[in-house]
C-alpha cells in the first residue's frame, strides 16, 4: 500500500512538472533594450535648439573625422605614430557618433543631423577650386553651422585619399589639426549657448581630447 502511494505521489508530482515546464517562457533577452535605445531613454529633458543646432553639425564632423582615420589606416607606408594616432580617433569618435544620435532620438530631432549633412555637401560643392582646407575659411562661409568649422572638401578628402608615404601622414596631421581646432571651437560655443548636461558634458571632454590630439599632431608634425 504504501509503495502504491509513494508511486502515485510521484507520478503526480512529474506530470506537474512536466506541464508546467511546456508552459510560455519569456526571453529576457527580448525585453532587453540596446544600449542606443536605453541612452536615449536616459537621457535629460533639458535641451534647447542651441544643444540641437551643435549636435546635429557635430555628427557629420565626427563622421568625417572616421572617414579621414579609416583612409590613414588602409594605408600600409604612413608613420606607425600617425597610424595609431588616426585609429585612437576613429575609436573615440565612433561611440560619440552613437551617443550624439540617440540624444536627438530623444529629441525628436532625428532628422536635423541629415539636414546639416546635405548643407555641408552643398557648401563644399559651392567652395570652387580655389579655396583651401574648409578650416581657413571663417564661419559665415562654412553656412556658419556649428559642428562645421574645420570641415574638409570633397578635395581635400581626394587629395588625402591619393597621398602616400610622408606626405600623407603630413597632409592626414594638417588636416586633422584644422579639423579639430574647428571642434574646440564649436565645443566652446556650445558650452555658451546649450543648456543639455550630456551634451555640454561632451564637449567638455571634446575641447579637453582635442586640445591635447592636437598639441600631439604638432609635435608629430615636426619630427616628420
Known amino acids: 500500500m504504501r509503495t502504491r502511494t509513494s508511486a502515485a505521489f510521484i507520478g503526480a508530482f512529474a506530470l506537474t512538472a ?7 517562457t519569456e526571453d529576457p533577452a527580448d525585453d532587453t533594450p540596446s544600449d542606443q535605445e536605453q541612452a536615449a531613454e536616459e537621457t535629460s529633458s533639458d535641451y534647447n535648439d542651441a ?3 551643435y549636435i546635429s553639425g557635430m555628427i557629420p564632423h565626427h563622421q568625417q573625422a572616421v572617414q579621414m582615420s579609416e583612409m590613414m589606416l588602409e594605408k600600409d607606408d604612413v608613420e606607425p605614430e600617425v597610424q ?3 585609429e585612437d580617433i576613429r575609436d573615440a569618435q565612433g561611440p560619440e557618433i552613437e551617443q550624439m544620435e540617440s540624444w536627438l532620438d530623444a529629441w525628436g530631432a532625428s532628422d536635423e543631423a541629415s539636414d546639416h549633412g546635405d548643407m555641408e555637401d552643398m557648401d563644399h560643392e559651392d567652395m570652387g577650386d580655389g579655396e583651401d582646407m574648409g578650416g581657413e575659411m571663417d564661419g559665415d562661409a562654412m553656412g556658419g553651422e556649428m559642428g562645421h568649422e ?7 578628402l581626394e587629395q588625402l585619399d591619393e597621398s602616400t608615404g610622408t606626405a600623407a601622414s603630413s597632409l592626414f596631421l594638417e588636416q586633422m ?4 581646432e574647428g571642434a574646440v571651437a564649436s565645443a566652446e560655443q556650445h558650452l555658451q549657448d546649450g543648456e543639455s548636461p550630456e551634451a555640454l558634458e561632451l564637449s567638455e571632454s571634446i575641447i579637453e581630447s582635442q586640445q591635447a590630439e592636437i598639441e ?3 609635435e608629430l608634425l615636426t619630427d616628420l
Open 51 to 53: 544643444d540641437v543646432d
Open 18 to 24: 512536466a506541464l508546467t515546464g511546456c508552459g510560455p
Open 84 to 86: 595609431t594616432l588616426a
Open 216 to 218: 600631439q599632431m604638432e
Open 150 to 156: 574645420g570641415m574638409m572638401s570633397e578635395d581635400d
Open 177 to 180: 589639426i584644422v579639423h579639430h
